[in-house]
């Protein structure tokens, strides 16, 4: 990520590389990150941020990011024959998940819907409102729309509330288990 591309989305945010501040991420994202080839490990960045303010909408405000460089990870889950289905599904902050529909089909079950905060916090070992594609679960799609790809930084969670990594959106598109999924952002 350029630096003029990092400094486009930090706003007031004063983001290091996040392998140097491994104790702003949560565990799995620590892991994912050190997992990453190192071309794309050393353009992730982290910045503290203030936990009341992790939600998109008050964080935009707070720190002068754009909301249409944020990206939102939520955990999708249904069930087919008794078996339970997840998905990480990243979209950027202006727009939403298409659930009942893309991710229904993608994960081929007859009902999709968020998963339950308290599951999708013991499943992947982060904080609500903290929850990143990097490091879920391994059995899980990572679907990540095209627009998050094509944006050069994206603000996505950390896994903990008082932080936020600022990321190329081509390093989504590499994660272990991603999928681009067309129309998944609407």
Do not use: H
């Amino acid at each position: 990520m350029t630096s003029a591309a990092a400094q486009a989305v930090a706003g007031s945010l004063e983001p290091v590389p996040a392998l140097e501040r491994t104790d702003l991420l949560a565990e799995p994202v620590a892991e994912a990150l050190r997992g990453l080839p190192p071309e794309v490990a050393t353009g992730c960045l982290v910045a503290e941020i203030d936990p009341a303010l992790a939600d998109t909408a008050a964080f935009c405000e707070a720190y002068g990011s754009p909301l249409e460089a944020s990206a939102n990870c939520v955990v999708v889950a249904g069930s087919r024959s008794g078996e339970r289905r997840f998905a990480a599904c990243v979209v950027l902050a202006t727009t939403r998940t298409d659930v009942n529909t893309v991710v229904r089909k993608r994960l081929d079950v007859r009902k999709a819907s968020f998963a339950p905060m308290d599951e999708a916090v013991e499943l992947t070992g982060m904080a609500y409102g903290g929850i990143t594609p990097f490091g879920v679960p391994a059995s899980w799609p990572v679907l990540v729309d095209p627009a998050v790809i094509a944006t050069p930084a994206v603000v996505v969670g950390s896994g903990r509330r008082e932080s936020k990594l600022l990321v190329p959106g081509a390093a989504l598109g590499e994660l272990p288990g991603a999928e681009a999924l067309e129309g998944l952002g609407r």
